[in-house]
């Protein structure tokens, strides 16, 4: 029998991404650098797209999720490639180094990512320089604000969401970063809602958000959404990445082994895997907490039919960030259009 001839469909797609002959870091990067100076293209909003969401208008509901653009360098960039609003950093107070190298993994064969980066960046200032700049050539990209303080600092958060407050349109308290230590000597929704509280006193009014990280339980779940509600939290970002302590939720057929430092398993896993998590949270969320608190779906959208699911389940808008990694500009286009089309 003749062997069948080898075509493009098998040759797997990621290993033919000229990014991935870089390390991940690097090749992020070079992206970001592209992105920036408008060399990854531009794609068209379909009017039918904009829509009002928590006081603010969307061009798209397809943003791009926290960490792509930790420093808000390229917000141009995105709003270009078709993306409605970015939600810029995580930006903590004071630089930050992060986590040693190597602290990204790429996992092709599951279009996945582990992250260890443990939120480096500039701090403030440099980002604070960057969003202005940004807002004084004006744009319509709604431009989200993720703030966290690893080092559990009020004042910090407050400073944080008062500098940033003249330049964003929302913010988001990033309460659920797997790579920086949290304190475990106190119930972690007393530091929530007190850091909720910290942001909303900065913000001069606009929304404060709440990133979460995955849980499958409803009830642990509610007894934060309503915490964070009576706290001022005015909507949720549901998910971060998944810890290697709660990988049951990523199946039992992972085809990778997970990376480790100094002999202990580190890093969030996202990618393909969390969609079912996110589909399962946004669900609880908007049965508990009714029609108009905005909803945000982020984990494991990389087609159309990702976000058409994450939508159905009741999210007012979605963000991706892997499967951008993956798939490149064209996805934002095809969920653009698949939105506009399913009349989202
Ligand atoms: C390299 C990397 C860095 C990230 N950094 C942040 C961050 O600084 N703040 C944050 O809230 N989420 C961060 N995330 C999580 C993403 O915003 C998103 O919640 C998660 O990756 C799931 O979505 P995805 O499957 O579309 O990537 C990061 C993710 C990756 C892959």
Known sequence: MEPEPLTLEKIRLPTMNPFFFLPPETAHKLALWGVKNGLAGRAKKPASLRKKIGGMTFTSPVGLSAGADKEG???????????????????????RDGNPAPRVWRQPSDRSVINWMGLPGGGLQVFLKNLKAFRDRSSDLVVGVSVASPEGSTDDLETLARECAPY?????????CPNVAHGDDH????????????????????????????????DALIRVLDGAMASGCAGFV?????????KDLLGNDLPFTWPQHDGAPVGGYSGPRLLDTTVFMIKTARAHLGADVPLIGVGGIQSALDALRIIEAGANLVQ?????????????????????????
């Open 238 to 246: 549901l998910t971060n990445t998944v810890p290697e302590g709660m």
């Open 168 to 176: 964003a349109d929302y913010f988001t308290l990033n309460a659920s």
């Open 187 to 218: 119930d972690p929704l007393d530091e929530i809602k007190a850091h909720i509280k910290a942001v909303c006193k900065g913000a001069n009014g606009l929304p404060v958000l709440l990133k979460l990280g995955p849980t499958r339980d409803k």
């Open 320 to 344: 991706l960030y892997t499967g951008f990694i993956y798939k490149g500009p064209q996805l934002i286009k095809d969920i653009n259009r698949a939105l506009s089309a399913a009349g989202h």
């Open 73 to 95: 360098v390229a917000l141009r960039g995105w709003s270009a490639l078709g993306f409605g609003f970015v939600e810029a950093g995580t930006v903590t107070m004071h630089p």
